[in-house]
């Protein structure tokens, strides 16, 4: 197996015995893939291996790109649009990685999941015990075994993701506001009696209280986040004493950004 670069670097060529068994393609590489795209009316499937990064980095408008790409290869044969199945692996590293956001799976996602249906896809979220023994055996993992890597590799548990006040109250309580992360709107509500404020993603958008976490969300009739500091600090004081409940991750993940101004 061998492989060699094509026009300059934009792709590479793998090839097993001397013989193009397949490509190499940076995402980056996105336009100009689409000038070269005849190039791969052959592909029949694509593969992103690693799809979730460790350390929350990933290229610019990486979703859009990993599309771009597929679109370009998914052409040809006398077809517009001719099918390409795609795989994506990985371990889990965090529900919120972009991929995960992108086609919904996040909020759906627990951890007896295994198989997940989606419109287009199918997840499968494994564990295998033979492998967490082996995991386990390790004198080096035994060296280590505080650490929270440890724990991720061997026993399939989302490396980032912190799942501390994830549950839904019982009880009256009173709308407060909405807010808006990442083109998303999500409610705030009041629940008095326990003294907890809840956030979910069924936001009642006739509410007059609208708040944009990010300028990118800033629209009509919602006011700026960096103009509520009093609220803001109301809402740190109730966060700082443990009073906060989230639905999902992703609505935790919109009240921190929020809390971070």
């Not at 015995?17 to 689409?34: P, T």
């Not at 040809?76 to 001719?82: A, L, N």
């Not at 549950?167 to 309580?173: A, C, I």
Request: glycine letters at 6%; aromatic letters at 14%; charged letters at 25%.
């Amino acid at each position: 197996m061998t492989s060699r670069k094509v026009s300059k670097g934009m792709y590479a060529e793998l090839l097993l015995n001397d013989v193009v068994c397949g490509y190499a393609i940076a995402l980056n590489k996105a336009d100009q893939i689409k000038k070269c795209s005849h190039t791969f009316n052959k592909v029949k499937r694509l593969m992103l291996d690693e799809f979730q990064s460790e350390t929350n980095s990933y290229v610019p408008n990486e979703i859009k790109k990993f599309i771009s790409i597929h679109t370009s290869i998914a052409r040809g044969q006398g077809e517009q649009v001719r099918y390409v199945p795609v795989f994506l692996i990985g371990n889990p590293i965090t529900l919120l990685n972009p991929y995960f956001s992108e086609l919904g799976i996040c909020e759906r996602l627990n951890t007896e999941t295994k198989f997940l249906r989606g419109n287009g896809f199918v997840m499968e979220q494994g564990y295998l015990e033979s492998a967490n023994e082996s995991q386990q055996k390790s004198a080096f993992n035994k060296a280590f075994s505080k650490n929270d890597y440890i724990a991720y590799s061997s026993q399939g548990v989302y490396l980032n993701d912190n799942l501390t006040f994830i549950d839904k109250p019982t009880g009256k309580s009173r709308y407060i506001a909405t807010i808006k992360y990442k083109g998303c709107d999500f409610a705030l509500r009041e629940y008095t009696s326990l003294g907890i404020i809840y956030c979910d993603d069924s936001a009642d958008n006739t509410f007059y209280y609208k708040i944009s976490v990010t300028t990118d969300d800033h629209q009509i009739n919602y006011v700026m986040l960096k103009n509520q500091s009093s609220f803001i600090s109301t809402l740190k004081f109730f966060f700082d004493k443990g009073c906060f409940r989230f639905k999902n991750l992703k609505c935790k993940e919109a009240i921190m950004k929020m809390l971070s101004y």
